[in-house]
């Protein structure tokens, strides 16, 4: 065959395939693993509202992208074997809720990109290097919770001039809400205020911190929000109110519930960015690249009927701060 005739065929051949390679690389499927130590619903974290994120960028499940969920439901011992299951189904990036499944999924794997969706302080608990140059397989969003955590501490005392004793209820079990306390315990003196820790590591011990505090009675109470207390925020909520204590919180879905008041981020500011983050990395660039992210706004929101059932009177100042005002 002379050399012109297989040129022709080879250009015949290129043109013949290319729609068909074409057409295979616009269907290629991504794989997206989600790892949460939190509930699958009845938390803060939406669903709905996180694959609204991907359509809104384009990402179609079933067309170009598979979300894969894994929800350790509080039981944080369950991570491990929840992260080592996604690796099982060869996804592309994993998206982790909270430091307790970040810290699952880096140990899981070091090659397998991880976005953040909140992890507190990941600087703090040794998740990355810096903000800025995080390094390794890790970059997200984070929520900053043990800086803000003096912030709230400032919002409940404004809110309720007389406080002078805090209960803080918390997971002691978890380092990165161990760190929110030891903030919370920092703010105290400048504020006025004394702190009481409740600390507890698992369902049963809610009970027994609640008749400590019955013996030795705080003003108010501040739940650090993670996983454990979220799952028995009602319980909280219910304590709160019938010491008439008032209640101040990360989320605001617990302000819906009946605590008094929230100061914090919210997830649904988080979703598109977490997107931004995974299709960054789809598209080739490395996680150790990109700096992480905090939020933009913080969120207070105030449930004035639960401080009408405490015999509260919240100042007109602090209301007028407010987000969203529950009447």
Do not use: C
């Not at 005739?5 to 043109?15: D, E, P, W």
């Not at 992208?65 to 509080?74: G, K």
């Not at 990355?128 to 803000?148: K, W």
């Not at 609640?210 to 993670?226: E, K, L, Q, R, Y």
């Amino acid at each position: 065959m002379s050399a012109r005739v297989t040129g022709f065929v080879v250009a015949a051949l290129v043109v013949f395939y290319s729609p068909i390679l074409t057409a295979q690389q616009q269907q290629k499927v991504f794989h997206i693993g989600f790892l949460s130590s939190g509930l699958r619903s009845g938390g803060a974290f939406s669903r709905d509202e996180f694959r609204q994120a991907f359509r809104d960028s384009g990402y179609i499940e079933g067309k170009n992208i598979v979300i894969d969920e894994r929800f350790a439901e509080s039981e944080v011992s369950r991570l491990p074997a929840l992260a080592a299951e996604l690796l099982e189904l060869k996804v592309d990036v994993i998206v982790t809720s909270g430091g307790a499944a970040a810290q699952a999924a880096k140990k899981a794997t070091s090659t397998i990109p991880i976005v953040l969706l909140g992890a507190g302080d990941p600087v703090g608990t040794g998740l990355v290097a810096s903000m800025a140059q995080p390094g390794g397989n890790l970059t997200g969003v984070t929520e900053f919770s043990t800086d803000l955590s003096g912030k709230r501490l400032q919002l409940l005392k404004d809110a309720v001039p007389r406080i002078s004793r805090v209960a803080v209820l918390y997971n002691s079990s978890d380092p990165a809400m161990t760190l929110r306390y030891q903030a919370l315990e920092q703010a105290a003196p400048i504020l006025g205020v004394t702190i009481q820790p409740l600390g507890v590591r698992e369902p049963a011990e809610f009970e027994s911190a609640f008749s400590a505090v019955t013996s030795n009675p705080p003003d108010s109470i501040v739940m650090v929000t993670d996983a454990l207390t979220m799952l028995n925020r009602k319980l909280a909520i219910t304590f709160a109110i019938s010491n008439r204590l008032p209640l101040a919180v990360e989320f605001s879905n617990i302000v819906r519930d009946g605590a008094l008041m929230s100061y914090g981020w919210n997830f649904k500011d988080f979703y598109p960015r977490v997107v931004y983050y995974v299709d960054r990395i789809l598209k080739g660039d490395k996680p150790s690249d990109l700096p992480i992210e905090g939020p933009t706004h913080f969120h207070l929101v105030i449930n004035l009927k639960t401080a009408a059932v405490l015999g509260l009177t919240i100042p007109n100042s602090i209301v007028a701060l407010a987000d969203e005002v529950i009447e």
